[in-house]
C-alpha cells in the first residue's frame, strides 16, 4: 500500500465514497502524523490546499481533503479498487508435526550429529540473535544478510541430513504458497514464530544430550528452510506486482499511441480548419474592402446630392427672391398700368368732347399737348441718360484699351531684347558656318597630305613591329605586376580586416579598462567612505565603553566589529544606481515637459498631420529602428551561437543547428530591413523638403511598422526568443518599407550605392549560412548522405554556398571603408538584379529550412532516428516544400534551386567585376554639403512666423483705417441729419409757395394763351429736333454694333485703330450736345411758371423719398449688423469623439475575436489523470477573461455617458436629471440595504460593571455619522 500512496495516484474516500488525486504526503502542521492531501472531483471538501494560513498545495475552494492512509483506497486506470494482498501465518500443527518428524529423525544416526557438533554451536548462536533482529522489526537488508549465513550453515548439514532435510521443507512449501504476504507484514509475522522458549517445547521426551542437540540442529535447519521460503515468496509477489505495473504501463503506453493517432489526425483536420479559415478570412477582407468602397462611393453620392440639394435650396431662395421681385415690379407696372389707364380715358374723353365741340378749343389743345411734350421731354431724358451711359462705357474702353496698349508696348520691347538675342546667336552660327567652312576647305586639301602620310606610315609600320615586341615583354611584365598587385590588394584587405577587427578588441578592452577603472574608484571611494565610518564606530564605541565602565566601575569586554563590507558596498552602490535613475528620470520628464511647452507654442499647422512635427518623428523614427534592429542582431548573435558539430544527434537531441539556422534567417531579414532603411536616411539628408513633408504625412503607417521590432524587441528582453517565432511578420515590415521607397520618394532618384551594397552583401551572407546550414541538416537526417538526388542537391547547395561565400568577402573587401563614399559609378540595373538576388535567396531560404524542418519532424514522429529517412520520403517532402514557395515558377526542388544558385552566383560575379572596374572612379557625393531638408524647413517656417507678424502689422493698420472711416461715416451721419432739418425747412418753404402758386394762377391763366401760341410754333421745331435724335441715335447705335463686330473679328493692331476711331467718333458727342443746348433750355425758359414747378416739387419729392429709402436701408443693415451671426457648423475634428470611437471599436474587435477563436489547452502537457483539473483551470481562465472584457466595457459605457453628459449642443439647455455618469451610481442610489461602514471599539477599562461587552448595530445617515466622526477626533 505504501508503494501506492504517491502523488498524482487517484484513490477513493472508503468513508465517504470521494474519489481525488494524491497532491501531497507528508506532515502537516495542524496534527501529529503522516497525513494525505486529496483534489477531489467534486466540490465536497473541507479546505483549498491551505490549513491555519499554511498553503500545502492549490486547488479550487472546497475541493481540498486530507485524511489518513488507513482511509483511502489506491484506484487503477478504469477506476477499479486494487487489491493489496496480506500474508497468512503458518499453521502451528505443521509446525508440531514438523518437529515430530525430526525427533524420529534424528535417532537413526546419532554418530554423523556427534561429528558436526563443534559446527551447530556457532549456528544455534546465530540463529539465535536472527531471531532477536527479526523480533525487533530490522530494515530487508539487515535481515537478508543474517539469512545469507543460515543458508552456508544450511548447506553443511545437508551432507549429513538425508532424510529429515528433504522433507520438512515439501511439507512448509504447501502452507507458504497457500497465501501471499507483503514484505512488511512478513517481518511483522517473525516474531511470533521465532521466541526461543516456543522452540525448547515438544511432546517428545528429550533422553540424552546429542538428540538435544540433532533436535536443535533440526529446528536450525528448519528456520532456515522456513526463512528461505518466505524470501522466495517475496520475490514471487515483488515480481508480481512489477509485472501489474508493466501491465499497467502498457495499458497507458496503448493509450497514448491511440492519443497520438487521434491528436496527428486531429492536426491534420486543425489545418485544413485552418486553411479553409484563413480563405474564408481572405474573402471575408476582400468582401470588407468592397464593402469600405461602396461605404465610400455611397458617402461620395450622398455628398454629391448633399451638394445638389444646397445648390437646389440655394437656387429655390434666389428664384423666391427674383419672384418677389418680380411680383414687387408687377405691382409697380399694375399701378402705372392704372395711372396710363386712367390718363388714356381722360385723353379719350378730352378727345370726344374735342370731337364733339362741348370744350373750347384753347383747352382741349392745352391738355393734350402737354401731355405729349410731358412725354416727349421723358423720352428725350432717357435717350440723354442713355447717351451719357454709352459715353461713361466708350470712356472706359479707351482706357482699357490704353492699358493694353501699354502692355502690348511691353511685350514688344520684350520681343525685340528677345530678337537682339536671337540675332546676336545668329550672328554667333554664321561665324561658326563660316569657321566649318574653313576646316572643309582645309580638308580638300589634305589629299596632298595622303602620299607623305602613307610613307610616314611605312615607316611607322616598321617602328610598330618593333615595340610590339617590347610590348608583348612589357605585358608579360604587367601580368605578373598584377598578380602580385592583386595578392598584395588581397592581403591588404585581410590584413585591413584583422586591423579592424584588433581595433574593435582595443576598444572593447579599452571601454572595460575604463569600466574597471570606474568600479575601481567607486570601490576605492567606498572603502574610504568604510574606514572613516568604522573608525568613527570604533570611536564611539570605545567612548561609550569607558562611559559605561565609569558608570558600573566595571570593566566591560570589548564588541566584536562585525562588518559585512560586501553588503555594504553592494547597498551603497545600488543607492547610487538609484539616484541616478531618478536623476535620470527627471531628466527624461523635464525633457518631456521642455517639448510639451515648446509644442504648446507652436501653430496648428505644425502639428496637424502630415506638417513639420510629423516630418521630425518620422526622422527619428527611421534612426530609433536602425538602432532597435542593431540591438536585435547583437542580442540573437549572443543568445544562437555558432554550432560546431553537425551530426543526426545534435539535431535530433539538440536545438543548437535550428537555433544557429533562426539566427541566420533572422539576421537575413533584418540586414534586408536595414538596408532600406539606410536609404531612407540619406534621402532624408538631402531631400527637398517638400518630399520630407510627403515622408512625414505617411508617419502613422511607419509607427506601426515599428511595434514589429518592438515585438521581436520584447520577447529578447523577456528571454522568450526561440526558433518558432516566426518571421513573417519582420519580412512584411521589410516588404512595407521597400513598397513605400519609391512611392513617398520618387522624386529622389539618388542611392547611397556604398551602403546599399554593404547591405545586401551582409544579407545574402546570412541567407547563404542559413540555407547551407539547414543543407547540412537534411544530408544528416537522410539514410546515405550521396545517394539521391536531395542529397545531391544539398552537397550542391554546400558547395555553391562556400563559392558565394568567397565571393561576397570579395566584394565586402573591395567596398571602401570610408562611408562618405557614396558614388560607386554602378549602373540602376546593378542594383535590381540585387534585389533579385535576394528575392531568389529567400526562396531557396525558405525551400530548404521547410525542407530541413519537415524531415526532422518526420524523423522524430517514425522513430527510426538510427536509420534515417528514405529518399523518397525526403523527395516527397522537398516537393511539397518547392510547390510552396515557387508556386507557379516550380520546376521541382533540384531544378528551381539549382537555377537560383546559378543566377546568385552569375550576379555576385558581376557585381565583383563592376566593382573592380569601378575601383578608381568612387568618388563622395556632391550632394552631401547642401543643407539638410530639416533646416531648410526650419527657416522656413520662421520667415512664415515673420510674416505673420507683418501681416498682423498690416491688419492694425487696417484696423485703424476702418476706425477712421467709422469716423468719417459718423460725420456724414451728422450731415444727413442737416440735411434732414433743411428738408424740414423747405417743406415749410413749400407751403409758402403753395400759396403764392395760388396767387400765380391767374397770371399763368393769362400767359396761357400766349403759351398755346408758343407751343404750336414750338412744336414743328419739337418734332424736327426729335427727327433728327432719333436718326444720330440710330446711326450711334448702327456704329456701335459695328464696332463690336470689328472689335471681334480685327486683330490686336485693329483693335487699337478701332479705339482710336471710338475716341474720334466720341468727340462728335459734345457737339451733338452742344447742337441739342440752345434747343433744350428754351423750352424750359419759355415754359410757363407752373410746369417749373410742378417739375421742381416731383424732383424734391423723388430725391427725399429716395433719401427715405437710404435711410431705412441703413437702418436695416444696422439693425442686422448688430444681430448675433448664425451658428456655423464647422467640420472640426474632436478627438476625444474620435478616441473613444477607436477604443470601441478595438474593444468590440477584441470581444468579437475572443468569442469566434476559442483557446484550447494543449494535450501533450496534460498528465493522465489531470484532464478535469486542466480542463476546469482553462474554464476559470476563460471566465476570467470574459469578465475582464465586460469590465472594460462597462467602463468604456460610462465614459461614454459622461462625454454625452459634459457636451450640450445648440442653444437649449436639457437636464439630465434620469441619466447618471456610471451603473455604479445607479447601483448605489438604487441600493436600499444598509451597509456596513466600520465600527467602534470601546476598551473594557472605559465599561462600568453593569455593562456587558458586547456588540451593538446603529443605523446612522450621513449627518450622524459626520458627528459621530467629528466626536471621535483626537485634538
Known sequence: MADLVKIGQRVEVTAKSLQGVIAFVGKTSFATGKWIGLILDEPKGKNDGSVQGTEYFKCEANYGMFVRESQIQALDAEGKPIVVPKTADLPASKIARSRATTGVGAKTQPTNIRRKTSKGLPSLSASSSRMSLASSRQSLADSRQSLSGSRQSLAGSRSHLASPASEKPLEIAEPATSKRASFVEFVETLKPQFTPGAVLVTPTPITSIDEKLSQLQLQQELENNQKQMQELNEKIETLKIKRQEDKQKLKDYDKLKIQLEQLIEFKAKILEAQNCLQRELQRAKLDVKEAVEAKEAHAEEVADLYETVEMATLDKEMAEEKAELLQAELEACKEKLDEVTLDLQILKTEMDEKALGTTPDDQAITTYEVKQLQQQNARLRETLIKLRDISAHDKHEHQRLLKDIEQKKSEITELGKTKEKLSARVESMEQQISDLQEQVDAALGADEMIVILSEHKLNLEEKVACLQEEVAELEALQDMNDQLVEGNAELEADLR????????????????????????????????????????????????????????????????????????????????????????????????????????????????????????????????????????????????????????????????????????????????????????????????????????????????????????????????????????????????????????????????????????????????????????????????????????????????????????????????????????????????????????????????????????????????????????????????????????????????????????LTQIANITKALQDNELQFSTNTDENTRPPIQVRAETVKKELEQTKTLTSKLENKESDIKELKRILKEKQEQLSEMIIRKELAEKKLGNVNKDYEMSIEKLQRKLEEAHNNYKRKEKEFEETLDHLQTDIDSLENEKGEMKEKMKMLTKKAQIEASLTRSMSGSTMPSLNTSLGPNLPAVVRDSPLLLQEIENLRLLFHNERNKRIELEAAKLKRQLDSMAPLPSFKNVRDEIIEELFKEGVALKQEILMTLAKPSFPSFANIKPGAEEIVWKRHFADERNKIADLQKRARHFQNRAIQETIRRKHGGRIDADFHIFPTKEMVKAVKESNTVNFGFVKIPKLLLSNQDKPGTINLNVDINNLQKILDSLKIV
Open 497 to 904: 580586416e584583422e586591423l579592424d577587427i584588433a581595433r574593435a578588441e582595443i576598444r572593447e578592452a579599452v571601454r572595460k579598462r575604463d569600466a574597471a577603472f570606474e568600479t575601481i574608484a567607486d570601490q576605492e571611494a567606498t572603502i574610504g567612505k568604510f574606514r572613516g565610518l568604522v573608525q568613527q564606530l570604533q570611536e564611539q564605541s570605545l567612548n561609550l565603553q569607558r562611559e559605561l565602565e565609569k558608570e558600573t566601575s566595571k570593566p566591560v569586554k570589548s564588541l566584536p566589529e562585525i562588518a559585512d563590507f560586501k553588503k555594504m558596498f553592494t547597498e551603497t552602490k545600488a543607492h547610487t544606481k538609484a539616484i541616478d535613475l531618478d536623476l535620470r528620470r527627471l531628466d527624461e520628464q523635464q525633457l518631456q515637459q521642455h517639448i510639451k511647452y515648446l509644442s504648446s507654442y507652436m501653430p496648428d499647422s505644425f502639428m496637424n498631420r502630415g506638417g513639420d512635427h510629423d516630418a521630425v518623428l518620422t526622422l527619428l523614427l527611421i534612426c530609433r529602428l536602425i538602432h532597435k534592429s542593431d540591438i536585435l542582431l547583437g542580442q540573437i548573435k549572443e543568445k544562437f551561437p555558432v554550432a560546431d558539430k553537425v551530426d543526426r544527434a545534435a539535431v535530433l537531441k539538440g536545438h543548437a543547428l535550428e537555433q544557429y539556422s533562426f539566427r541566420c534567417r533572422m539576421s537575413c531579414y533584418i540586414f534586408a530591413l536595414q538596408s532600406v532603411l539606410h536609404q531612407y536616411n540619406y534621402c532624408v539628408r538631402i531631400c527637398k523638403p517638400e518630399t520630407l513633408l510627403k515622408l512625414g504625412s505617411a508617419y502613422p503607417e511607419m509607427s506601426a511598422q515599428e511595434k514589429v521590432i518592438d515585438s521581436f524587441v520584447d520577447l529578447v528582453k523577456r528571454d522568450q526568443l526561440d526558433e518558432n517565432i516566426l518571421l513573417e511578420p519582420l519580412e512584411k515590415c521589410y516588404n512595407y518599407f521597400k513598397t513605400m521607397f519609391p512611392i513617398l520618394l520618387a522624386n529622389e532618384n539618388k542611392v547611397d550605392q556604398n551602403h546599399l551594397l554593404s547591405d545586401n552583401v551582409k544579407v545574402l551572407l546570412s541567407a547563404v549560412d542559413a540555407f547551407s546550414t539547414d543543407a547540412r541538416i537534411i544530408r544528416c537526417l537522410s539514410e546515405s548522405a550521396n545517394v539521391g538526388d536531395i542529397c545531391l542537391l544539398a552537397q550542391h547547395v554546400i558547395t555553391t554556398s562556400e563559392q558565394l561565400q568567397r565571393q561576397l568577402k570579395l566584394v565586402k573587401r573591395r567596398l571602401p571603408v570610408d562611408l562618405n563614399i557614396t558614388n560607386l559609378c554602378l549602373e540602376k540595373d546593378l542594383f535590381d538584379n540585387l534585389t533579385k538576388c535576394f528575392q531568389h535567396a529567400g526562396k531557396i531560404l525558405k525551400t530548404v529550412n521547410d525542407v530541413a524542418r519537415n524531415a526532422t519532424l518526420s524523423l522524430a514522429t517514425s522513430g527510426e532516428t538510427e536509420k534515417g529517412l528514405s529518399q523518397e520520403k525526403i523527395k516527397e517532402i522537398a516537393m511539397v516544400a518547392s510547390d510552396k514557395v515557387y508556386e507557379q515558377e516550380d520546376l521541382g526542388p533540384v531544378q528551381s534551386i539549382k537555377q537560383s544558385l546559378s543566377l546568385l
